[in-house]
């Protein structure tokens, strides 16, 4: 039989580059007719002995799959499979529609993390008894409702983990590798109150466990991290000091655009073939488009006419060119952001080369950019500004919605029309994100108003002498 339980010592994820698929042939009759033997011996529930002997493996050569191409492998401590954990990967990769590549790497680190927890409370993976903190789901659970009393932050990481864990029981339960003696968790339902992109709301019913920690303290709510005025010139000065064509461009993009890093870096060269000169370009993205998105939604993205020119120019430049000629065989050249190496800056998702990547580039190049000029050339220039590229997103929210609130208070433009406006240029289904940068700008107006209102009456009491402070006061 073979063992797909528990694995032998701690895990370790191995990512597997290339995994080609490979396909069952046997040089010798099965013993037995019935179709049920055959069953039973395919999927381990019987006697591999004789099987094993005759079985041999051929790759498919002319079928090949590549949704297992860099494979988070589970190894057990000795390198062996953990071939219960591994499966479910599998099974996961070849789903539609296709995860993606991070996304699996995420399950593997939970089960990871999983194996580790029960290891140091030792807890086996298929422990179901009547006590419940002894059951393997409740006792993760556990461990991490001490966790997020600790770190309230940890809250929303500690609650992904978990149901990356429960879908694992569910399946291996559905496939029967599991029949626990006890309930694993107790499901109920419960409905969430969620908006469309015109702002109407409809209730929406998901599955809950138990498992689910709350933290007992007050989690801090999420702040925007736009950068003001003096952090936008400070970033600026920096990127023109440094006089990096490639990441000018990517910078000036996020930030006159809102595209993510993602999108800005898988940017194709082709896209602006059409250009001639237009005062705004636009260029639409997501599936089957001109860059990947998150989730390869579709929207356009709308790029000034100076910057386009100067993508234009760059991609008929000898230092384009000569990165385009160090590109590998079978990958897609489309890219405008290619590193010295030859390699983009962002793999496209059906970019043929993935396959033959040794890992996957996802913009590790740029936060490499960041961490090793950018930020010690703002130091340096006296700046204490931390730069994240996401923030640049943020940043173009928070200036476009400066630049429309005048219009709302003059009267010319709709509160409805700005937040349609934030939505359709952040690419946003629902109308909360657009919402949330608009309350956080008038808050901030407000408190400006109020503050400089106080500061007024301060001055004035003090200059008139009714607030004066004597030296015997003192």
């Not at 005062?279 to 001109?290: A, D, I, K, L, S």
């Amino acid at each position: 039989m073979i063992d797909y339980g528990c694995p032998v010592g701690s895990l370790s994820i191995k990512k597997i580059p290339f995994f080609p698929m490979l396909q069952p042939t046997c040089d010798e009759v099965l013993p037995g007719d019935s179709e049920r033997q055959v069953e039973e011996v395919f999927l381990g529930r019987d006697t591999l002995g004789t099987f094993q002997q005759n079985q041999k493996f051929k790759p498919i050569d002319r079928c090949h799959n590549d949704h297992c191409n860099h494979f988070p492998a589970l190894l057990s401590e000795d390198g062996s499979p953990w071939v219960l954990g591994n499966l479910y990967l599998m099974e996961l990769a070849k789903g539609y529609p296709q995860p993606h590549d991070n996304t699996l790497y995420k399950t593997a680190q939970a089960l990871k993390d999983f194996w580790k927890v029960l290891s140091d409370e030792n807890v086996g993976i298929f422990d179901f008894p009547l006590r419940l903190r002894r059951r393997a789901t409740y006792c993760y659970s556990y461990y991490w409702k001490r966790v997020v009393d600790e770190n309230p932050e940890a809250e929303e990481g500690a609650n992904e983990k978990i149901n990356k864990v429960t879908d694992f029981y569910r399946w291996a339960v559905s496939e029967k590798y599991l029949a626990p003696a006890n309930e694993m968790w107790v499901e109920s339902e419960k409905s969430i109150v969620i908006k469309n992109h015109y702002g109407r709301e409809f209730i929406k019913r998901v599955r809950v466990t138990d498992l689910t920690v709350k933290s007992s303290g007050t989690r801090p709510p999420k702040k925007l991290k736009p950068y003001g005025e003096n952090d936008q010139i400070a970033i600026e000065q920096a990127l023109i000091a440094i006089d990096n064509t490639e990441m000018n461009i990517a910078f000036a993009l996020s930030l006159t655009t809102s595209a993510r890093k993602q999108t800005v870096l898988t940017l194709k060269r082709s896209a602006f073939d059409s250009y001639n000169g237009q005062e705004t370009f636009r260029v639409n993205v997501g599936h089957n488009q001109y860059a990947d998105t998150k989730r390869q939604k579709r929207f356009p993205i709308f790029i000034p006419g100076w910057l386009a020119r100067q993508i234009v120019i760059y991609i008929s430049s000898e230092r384009y060119r000569t990165r385009l000629a160090r590109m590998r065989p079978g990958c897609d050249t489309d890219y405008i952001f290619i590193t010295q190496s030859g390699l983009p800056y962002y793999a496209r998702k059906d970019d043929p080369g993935r396959q033959i990547f040794q890992a996957i580039p996802v913009g590790k190049a740029l936060d490499a950019f960041v961490r090793q000029q950018l930020t010690p050339r703002l130091r340096e220039m006296g700046y204490s500004t931390n730069v994240r590229f996401h923030n640049l997103r943020a940043t173009y929210a928070n200036n476009l919605v400066r630049g429309n609130l005048e219009l709302i208070e003059s009267g010319d433009m709709k509160m409805a029309d700005l937040i349609i406006l934030v939505m359709d240029r952040l690419g946003q289904s629902s109308p909360a994100v657009a919402e949330e940068y608009i309350g956080s700008i008038q808050a901030e107006k407000l408190s400006y108003i109020a503050q400089n209102s106080m500061e007024k009456r301060l001055q004035a009491g003090l200059e008139s002498g009714e607030g004066k402070v004597d030296k015997g006061d003192m």
